[in-house]
């Protein structure tokens, strides 16, 4: 790359922005108020200079924030001197300061003096020598570039006006760091064109409740104090301060008390990335913005600084906000009191405030879930002794002996020897699941509509409300590939050009070539529109997307079959086996051992799957950001949705559903059948399949993912820099608040964090009529993970940019759709899994006595040993002689003319079940809708307080203009009167002052003295303008006409 000098003293393009002139009167010292050192960045060359400037917060002086820090590993030094040669590579940076002496050579200190014998030198003005001139080391041309580019990027955020505090670049490795600064005029500007709302001085009184409700709130605060966090700041109590979006103009309007501490850090953070977010490099790559040079390997890392160490070290009265949210949020000795969610959106913005509301909410709407559904299982347990299919079941009087199990090796066996499985089965099988299935579908609209009305609230305590989206800027990848079909276009284009002219034969005229040459030149001259993306170029993305997707749909179905394969085998080996203590455990051990490996699969899969999403939604290639998040979590739901529940679908509705009857079996490879359900049914091996994926998926994501692993890469990265960490040591005797803060893991996202619990809210929802127990613990889990989550984002995470959001966006859709899903899944989970609808037709429809008893016999359908398949039979029974052998379905007996065909008790269940169907799903919908009509989606005291406060900013506007009228009025009614009185003394000393040798023409205009000496002034009148506001009032007795400056 060709060595580009350039020179930035200049700031042509800031001279015309319309801003410059306000950004000039707010740069006055004395608007800003702070020394006139204040201005000078220097490049630091010594540490120690920081040790006392707040942990370091500050730059050098102590004085100004540190508000961003840039990150990049210096492999080779560059000598840095301030020279006039021309003969090395050089860009000239301007540095709002002045480098220490050490480094300037004694020409550079004369020119700097004004000393004759060199050019002038400009202020600021720093030659940095890329070169290797005079310095033996070379420098690759990566690091040269890189350079170039670090230099250019640096030099346009000086335009902008952010201040900079660079290292020294004298390390031999190590990473390097540029500090910025936002001044107090950027802080205004930005603020003005991002609408950051800001309080006025004017406030208002919130509307209490009066009568009982009053008495009411009070007692339930009483109550509730135990459990709030101790915030040193707390609200305003029942006062609200309005807030307007911030502007220049207005600065009277609000409650500055200290320009330094107006804006907080998280702001003032988000203020700087927009400013790094827009800033374009030009001269060295076409590239816009911080991301795209952290993606080109120009800087390692951008973040601000987190607002100190979160350790207590001195007073309690002077904590910190990150201190305080550790010590009242980030510890799990906190797990009963409330989220400080206005100190979280204060310190990490109102994305994650959004998060962590939401997750409150939800784990709060989890214990009324979690009480009725120890009431269901309680239920279950009360009524185990008195369930008659159960005791049926367990009665061995009744002597109900069953086909078997496998075939040849396999005996036949009592049914009373699964009397566990049904008494188990009984406590998540019972009719207090059908009104736990509908309380839950409700409960899930329910929590919508909550989460709706408090995300509501949120927004218009955090002044959310009115805000526009802001407009995002293309990623990086987008904008390479746009740069690369623009260069392709560009050499094709200049390809056909140059074959065009070598095709021009000798025969065209001079007038045809100079209007083919006139036609070229207008049609170059014509702006070319911006290039895009179309959907051929994204079409090969799209192809490989859906071929990926249904790859890992197949891979997951492949998984789920091949578990199923192992639980044949498994169970035909053990059956095989000699021991009874193994016989009669098999069901046991192998429903147990193939959930386990479920959830090995299910863990492993979800990780390929995460990294599979991501890497199919950069071949999408999506424009901005926002674009990007709500691809890769559609991606990453689909394929982990499918992952985590394809087990539990199997065992819900087809396991046991297509494996056949006795002496009609399906078969797997010819060799296995097809597995069945357990006597007791099906929803007990669901329950089991349930809740040891629901609670190996939270314990070990929870325990080894989010914990170990982030500890793990701490250890690497730890042992990976240890060499440069002990040099730094020797350099530094107190490390500094940005290492510190560059040893932390970077922020990702929060879609894993979404996704985790967005996964578990289908556990909860869908399938929760075979698992009471599951909101509990849901609960348990979400109890931890908030101050999980919390401790990882205070104390072991980057503080992340305060981004500014409404919603918690496309989740909202998600949870949405599960809740719907999950009455279907529900419904069909009570009529098909479980045995409700057949012991309900049973007792109503073909029980003698209207009870349940004779149940178990009634399920149970004959068939003759006779017509087993030769070779399928049992090779040898301890039963005795066996004819006739019973198995679990609604079909004709052996003497039956229409042998083992599907009984009418068969269809009358079926349509029994349909039509459960049909009622439930449209029963639960129209409470749902019921609820969500009831509750308005908007808080009554919101909408008040809205009406109020824009009332409120009419009247505080209605005034200050009625304020700036009068001011005008009464200065254009005193000028009117200065009129007055100039034309009539005009009037006067024309009918006085005679014509002579003092008067000169045109007669209106006289001048001249008396002949005692005496002055008369020249009146002069002229219009008023709005000036005068800042005019004096002029206090000579001699003054006997006004002069008003236009």
Same mark, same amino acid.
């Not at 409700?213 to 509730?224: A, E, I, P, Q």
């Given at each position: 790359? !060709? ?18 002139? @306000? ?138 006006? /952010? ?179 206005? /100190? ?71 049914? %009373? ?50 805000? @526009? ?111 009874? @203590? ?202 931890? @993970? ?111 003319? !229409? ?53 409120? /900013? ?33 009037? %006067? ?58």
């Amino acid at each position: 790359m !060709e060595p580009m000098p350039y020179n930035i003293l200049e700031p042509i393009a800031l001279k015309e922005e319309p801003w410059m002139e @306000e950004a000039q009167s707010l740069l006055d010292p004395n608007n800003m108020q702070i020394s006139p050192s204040e201005d000078k960045i220097p490049v630091v060359g010594s540490p120690e200079s920081h040790s006392s400037n707040g942990e370091g917060l500050f730059f050098s002086d102590g004085q100004r924030k540190v508000d961003y820090v840039l990150v990049f590993h210096h492999r080779r030094h560059g000598s840095i001197r301030i020279s006039t040669s021309t003969t090395h590579d050089q860009v000239s940076v301007v540095s709002n300061g002045n480098f220490p002496s050490s480094v300037s050579s004694e020409g550079a200190e004369r020119r700097a003096m004004g000393v004759p014998g060199g050019p002038p030198a400009s202020v600021g003005e720093v030659l940095m020598e890329l070169g290797a001139g005079g310095s033996q080391e070379s420098i690759e041309p990566v690091d040269h570039e890189m350079r170039l580019i670090r230099q250019e990027f640096e030099a346009s955020l000086m335009e902008a006006g /952010l201040e900079i505090e660079r290292d020294k670049e004298v390390k031999p490795h190590g990473p390097s760091f540029t500090r910025l600064h936002a001044p107090w005029p950027v802080l205004c500007r930005e603020a003005e064109f991002l609408k950051i709302k800001v309080p006025t001085k004017t406030s208002y009184d919130l509307k209490e409740e009066s009568g009982f409700s009053t008495s009411m709130s009070t007692v339930w605060r009483k109550l509730n104090q135990p459990f709030q966090p101790k915030i040193p700041h707390p609200e305003h109590g029942r006062t609200k301060l309005l807030s307007h979006c911030f502007s220049r103009d207005k600065l009277h309007l609000y409650n500055i008390t200290s320009k330094d501490t107006f804006f907080d850090n998280s702001t003032r953070g988000r203020i700087v990335y927009e400013i790094l977010r827009r800033t374009v490099c030009v001269r060295t790559c076409q590239t816009i913005g911080i991301s795209s040079l952290i993606a080109k390997g120009v800087y390692d890392a951008a973040f601000p600084l987190h607002d100190g160490d979160y350790k207590i070290i001195g007073h309690l009265e002077e904590r910190n906000d990150r201190q305080v949210l550790h010590e009242e949020w980030a510890r799990y000795s906190a797990f009963y009191k409330y989220q400080p969610i206005d /100190l979280v959106r204060k310190y990490f913005g109102e994305k994650i405030g959004l998060y962590f509301a939401w997750l409150g909410v939800y784990t709060q709407l989890l214990i009324p879930a979690s009480i009725v559904g120890i009431i269901v299982f309680g239920y279950g347990v009360a009524t185990l002794d008195t369930n008659i299919p159960s005791l049926e079941m367990c009665d061995e009087r009744l002597n109900f002996t069953m086909c078997p199990l496998c075939d040849g090796a396999c005996d036949y066996w009592r049914l %009373s020897t699964a009397c566990g499985t049904a008494r188990a089965s009984h406590l998540f099988d019972n009719p207090a699941t059908v009104f736990f299935a509908i309380f839950m579908s409700l409960w899930a609209v329910l929590f919508l509509e909550h989460w709706k009305r408090r995300q509501i609230s949120l927004s218009f305590s955090w002044d959310l409300t009115g805000i @526009e989206d802001d407009e995002e800027q293309p990623r990086p990848k987008y904008e390479n590939i746009v740069l690369q079909k623009r260069q392709r276009k560009q050499q094709k284009k200049k390809k056909k050009k140059n074959e065009s002219e070598k095709q021009e034969d000798g025969t065209v005229t001079g007038k045809d070539r100079w209007r083919q040459k006139l036609l070229s030149a207008m049609s170059s001259g014509k702006p070319s529109g911006v290039e895009k993306l179309t959907w051929k170029d994204r079409l090969p993305g799209y192809c490989i997307n859906v071929s990926s997707i249904l790859f890992m749909f197949g891979l997951t179905f492949s998984a789920v079959f091949g578990v199923i394969i192992y639980r044949i085998t498994v169970s035909a080996l053990m059956a095989m086996s000699s021991d009874p @203590e193994v016989k009669s455990n098999v069901r046991v051990t192998v429903t147990a051992t193939a959930v386990m490996i479920n959830l090995v699969v299910i863990l492993i899969l979800d990780e390929i799957y995460g990294a599979v999403a991501v890497r199919l939604t950069e071949l999408e290639i999506p424009k901005t950001e926002t674009n990007y998040e709500e691809r890769l979590i559609i991606k990453a739901f689909l394929l982990k949705f499918m992952n985590a529940y394809a087990p539990i679908f199997y065992v819900a509705f087809f396991k046991g559903r297509f494996a056949g009857r006795p002496g009609s079996y399906v078969y797997v490879f010819n060799d296995y059948r097809m597995e069945e359900c357990a006597p007791g049914g099906c929803l007990i091996e669901l329950c089991i399949q349930l809740s040891i994926i629901m609670l190996g998926k939270q314990l070990i994501q929870n325990n080894i993912f989010e914990i170990g692993i982030p500890k793990l890469k701490k250890l690497v990265r730890t042992l990976r820099d240890k060499g440069s960490v002990v040099e730094q040591k020797q350099e530094e005797r107190m490390p500094r608040q940005w290492t510190l803060d560059y040893a932390l893991a970077p922020f990702e996202g929060l879609t894993p964090e979404y996704m985790e619990m967005i996964i578990q809210f289908g556990f909860v929802s869908l399938f929760v009529a075979s698992f009471p127990l599951a909101p509990l613990f849901a609960l348990l889990n979400n109890v931890i @993970e908030i101050r999980l989550d919390a401790k990882k984002f205070v104390t072991e995470l980057r503080r992340p940019v305060a981004a500014r959001a409404k919603d918690i966006g496309v989740w909202y859709n998600i949870l949405s759709g599960m809740g719907k899903f999950s009455v279907i899944i529900n419904a069909f989970v009570i009529s098909f899994t479980s045995d409700f609808i057949p012991r309900l037709v049973y007792q109503y429809v073909y029980s003698p006595t209207g009870t349940m008893h004779g149940f178990i016999d009634h399920t149970l359908s004959y068939f003759n040993v006779s017509n087993f398949k030769p070779g399928t039979a049992p090779d040898s029974t301890d039963h005795g002689d066996i004819y006739v052998c019973r198995y679990k379905d609604y079909r004709e007996p052996p003497w039956s003319p !229409e042998a083992y065909q599907f009984s009418k008790h068969y269809w009358c269940v079926l349509a029994a079940r349909l039509a459960f169907v049909i009622l439930f799903q449209n029963l639960v919908m129209f409470l749902s809708l019921v609820v969500a009509w009831v509750i308005p989606d908007v808080p009554k005291t919101i909408v008040e307080q809205l009406k109020r406060e824009k009332k409120l /900013l009419v009247d505080l506007f209605l005034q200050e203009e009625k304020e700036k009228f009068q001011l005008i009025q009464s200065l254009f009614n005193k000028d009117s009167a200065s009129l007055q009185s100039c034309s009539a003394m005009l009037q %006067s000393r024309q009918e006085l002052a005679p014509l002579g040798r003092y008067s000169t023409l045109p007669p209106l205009t006289t001048q001249g003295s008396s002949r005692d000496g005496e002055g008369v002034p020249r009146a002069r009148c002229r219009a008023a303008s709005f000036s005068q506001f800042s005019r004096k009032a002029a206090n000579s007795e001699n003054d006997n006409a006004v002069h008003t400056a236009v």
